[in-house]
């Protein structure tokens, strides 16, 4: 089944420590992007890569950080220095940097 | 920069009835894309349609179709034959069709989102 996958579902994180979020995609996608959703909210988007080993900031991108090593990989690190980590992390490839997206089933986390 | 207004937080309908989610836009720009995604319990996007600002003809997919009015910036969604299957929250998003440069940015713009209840 082609598709993207993110894990785990729920996330669970002290204040202070460092969490990362898998998000992988077998559909040879090469553009990969995380939004990020709270509570009544729209998706804002954190980050963007359109290819390996390249990747951008996006609208809130401020105490997160992310790697694109590999065409079907690109994990979100949610820093210590994010204020308010607690949301809803949606994960979303596309073919090309102008093409429809397509979203992953997301992670919930929650910092204790 | 573009912004996406989805003014009604809430609308129900009645099984097997017809209902139609509003959205509008602000952009300056004469060529984008819109879209919208629908969000059920599971939380999983799931895009429902798509529209092409260069097409007058209305984009249908099954039982949803939308009224595109690009001299109003009118994007809205029309659910025919509602099903239980249906209630979600549905949220409309706006990409510009630039070609981006390197690096430049090919985000979605969302609205706020609208929850659909259908009842039996």
């Known amino acids: 089944d082609g598709g993207i996958t993110q894990s785990p579902k729920y996330l669970f994180r002290k204040e202070g420590q460092n969490v990362t979020l898998s998000c992988e995609q077998n559909?040879?996608?090469?553009?990969m992007y995380w939004y990020r959703q709270d509570p009544g909210q729209g998706l804002r988007l954190i980050y963007y890569?359109?290819?390996?080993?390249?990747?951008q900031k996006g609208d809130i991108a401020e105490g997160y950080s992310v790697s694109r090593e590999k065409k079907e990989s690109f994990p979100l690190t949610v820093t210590s220095a994010q204020k308010n980590p607690t949301a809803f992390y949606l994960c979303?490839?596309?073919?090309?940097?102008?093409?429809?997206?397509?979203f992953g089933p997301g992670t919930r986390l929650t910092v204790l | 920069a573009q912004t996406v207004t989805q003014s009604q937080p809430e609308m129900s309908v009645q099984e097997a009835e017809t209902v139609t989610l509003s959205c509008t836009y602000d952009?300056?720009?004469?060529?984008?894309?819109l879209f919208w995604y629908k969000q059920p319990p599971s939380r999983q996007m799931i895009l429902v349609i798509r529209?092409?600002?260069?097409?007058?003809q209305n984009a249908t997919e099954n039982r949803f179709s939308v009224n595109f009015q690009k001299a109003a910036k009118s994007f809205s969604l029309k659910i025919s034959d509602s099903q239980l299957g249906d209630a979600a929250m549905y949220f409309c998003?706006?990409?510009?069709?630039?070609?981006?440069?390197?690096?430049?940015?090919?985000?979605?713009?969302f609205g706020k989102g609208i929850t659909l209840s259908v009842r039996p």
């Open positions: 952009t300056s720009e004469s060529d984008y894309y």
């Open positions: 529209q092409e600002a260069y097409k007058q």
């Open positions: 998003a706006y990409r510009s069709a630039l070609i981006p440069a390197v690096g430049a940015n090919s985000k979605l713009t």
């Open positions: 890569s359109q290819i390996v080993n390249d990747f």
């Open positions: 979303a490839s596309s073919i090309d940097r102008t093409d429809t997206q397509y």
């Open positions: 559909l040879n996608h090469d553009a």
